[in-house]
């Protein structure tokens, strides 16, 4: 079936340090990727998105680019801040149909130190 | 920017109790969903609802679940008799139509409490 697969946390940074957060996936045929970030005590913000193989969804200095070949869609920031701590969720959906239900990984804790 | 709101963000209930989670989508959308979140796992699906039916539903979706759209504002989730594994923060969303790839927009959900 699908799945998203995400690496484990807290990761723990130093503010101004790079972010990586790895995000892979299994899938049948194209579904579109997402990372989401829930901050402390709020619900599910959409962060990014991408619809197909090679696009790069950016916002607010995060990026993450759809990798079909190796199915991943790492989240990475060049220079994170105190105020990026928060929860980040990699998920998958197939648009087209009257569900596209979201499909999400286990979310992954940054904690970012001044 | 539109929101989605819940009510209310905190529940406590006594097992075996009904319980009704409330939701009002952003005004314009047509596809609505609750998903749910047991404390340290992953964000699951539970149903899907569209044209005033449910559209696709989880095996967590039991005869225990039920969604309504009573007023065309309000999306509602219904536990009949609650469990103590239905503990857990539950997240409605919504989306729009137009373009095929409209993301959904969540509340901030509604932690569930069941004692």
């Known amino acids: 079936g699908n799945s998203v697969t995400q690496m484990e946390g807290p990761v723990t940074l130093s503010e101004e340090a790079f972010l990586t957060i790895n995000c892979t996936y299994t899938a049948t045929g194209y579904p579109s990727l997402f990372w989401y970030v829930q901050y402390p005590g709020e619900g599910l913000q959409l962060l990014l998105k991408?619809?197909?193989?090679?696009d790069k969804g950016s916002n607010k200095g995060f990026e993450a680019t759809y990798r079909k070949e190796t199915t991943s869609f790492h989240l990475e920031k060049g220079s994170v801040q105190v105020s990026d701590s928060a929860v980040y969720f990699c998920?998958?959906?197939?648009?087209?149909?009257?569900?596209?239900?979201?499909?999400f990984g286990t979310g992954t804790l940054l904690a970012v130190q001044p | 920017e539109p929101e989605v709101t819940q009510t209310p963000s905190h529940q406590v209930t006594q097992m075996g109790q009904e319980v009704i989670l409330r939701c009002v989508p952003i005004s314009n959308h047509l596809y609505f969903y609750w998903y749910r979140q047991i404390l340290g796992q992953k964000v699951e699906f539970l149903v899907s609802?569209?044209?005033?039916?449910?559209?696709?539903k989880s095996e967590i979706f039991d005869d225990q679940f039920s969604v309504e759209r009573p007023d065309g504002s309000n999306f509602t989730l219904k536990i009949r008799s609650t469990k103590l594994e239905d503990s857990a923060m539950y997240f409605c969303a919504s989306r729009g139509t137009g373009t095929s790839n409209q993301p959904q927009h969540f509340g901030d959900g509604t932690r569930l409490s069941i004692l």
């Open positions: 991408a619809t197909k193989a090679d």
């Open positions: 609802f569209y044209n005033n039916e449910i559209s696709e």
């Open positions: 998920a998958l959906s197939y648009y087209g149909g009257a569900t596209n239900k979201l499909i």
